[in-house]
T-cell receptor, first 109, second 116 residues
Framework: GNSVTQMEGPVTLSEEAFLTINCTYTATGYPSLFWYVQYPGEGLQLLLKATKADDKGSNKGFEATYRKETTSFHLEKGSVQVSDSAVYFCALGGRQFYFGTGTSLTVIP | GAVVSQHPSWVICKSGTSVKIECRSLDFQATTMFWYRQFPKQSLMLMATSNEGSKATYEQGVEKDKFLINHASLTLSTLTVTSAHPEDSSFYIC????????????FGPGTRLTVT
């Protein structure tokens, strides 16, 4: 079946540090992959997506590449800001979505 | 585009009463809507999937008589928590998907339910 395994947090970084949040998946077929961000008390916002192998999704300095050979979709950002503090969810999407457990990120000044 | 709203954003109710949460797609027709539940510091748990004009499909372990879902139009789905109890307190999030080949879901901002 389909599933997503996401790096557990919480993650605490200093401002301008490099961020990686690991995400691997198991899937049948050719799903799309997503990263969502959730700020405290709010719903999910789409951060970026990739619809096929080798696609790179990017937004607001965040990037993730759909790697079929390693079944991964790791989220990266070269220089995090305090405003990036949130919970990040990796998701596998087809007719149904499968979410990772979420990774809490705190960026300190 | 692709905006989904939820109402109310926050509700407190007394134990034993029922609460209705609305999910609307504002600028597209949502052929399918999903309802999720999120416990504190946890991921989203899919409760049910509803297609416009038909009965919702509930995930295993979700009580369909307790969580009534109606998807009466292409822009509105409702979740009614009947005879609410404190253990029903949670963050409920809906999402919507339009017709077409894309399976992307658009998420509402969520509704915080507190049952006292």
């Amino acid at each position: 079946g389909n599933s997503v395994t996401q790096m557990e947090g919480p993650v605490t970084l200093s401002e301008e540090a490099f961020l990686t949040i690991n995400c691997t998946y198991t899937a049948t077929g050719y799903p799309s992959l997503f990263w969502y961000v959730q700020y405290p008390g709010e719903g999910l916002q789409l951060l970026l997506k990739a619809t096929k192998a080798d696609d790179k999704g990017s937004n607001k300095g965040f990037e993730a590449t759909y790697r079929k050979e390693t079944t991964s979709f790791h989220l990266e950002k070269g220089s995090v800001q305090v405003s990036d503090s949130a919970v990040y969810f990796c998701a596998l999407g087809g007719r149904q979505f499968y979410f990772g457990t979420g990774t809490s990120l705190t960026v300190i000044p | 585009g692709a905006v989904v709203s939820q109402h109310p954003s926050w509700v407190i109710c007394k134990s034993g009463t029922s609460v209705k949460i609305e999910c609307r797609s504002l600028d597209f027709q949502a052929t399918t809507m999903f309802w999720y539940r999120q416990f504190p510091k946890q991921s989203l748990m899919l409760m049910a999937t509803s297609n416009e004009g038909s009965k919702a499909t509930y995930e295993q372990g979700v009580e369909k008589d307790k969580f009534l879902i109606n998807h009466a139009s292409l822009t509105l789905s409702t979740l009614t928590v009947t005879s609410a109890h404190p253990e029903d307190s949670s963050f409920y999030i809906c999402s919507a998907r339009g017709a077409g080949v894309s399976y992307e879901q658009y998420f509402g901002p969520g509704t915080r339910l507190t049952v006292t």
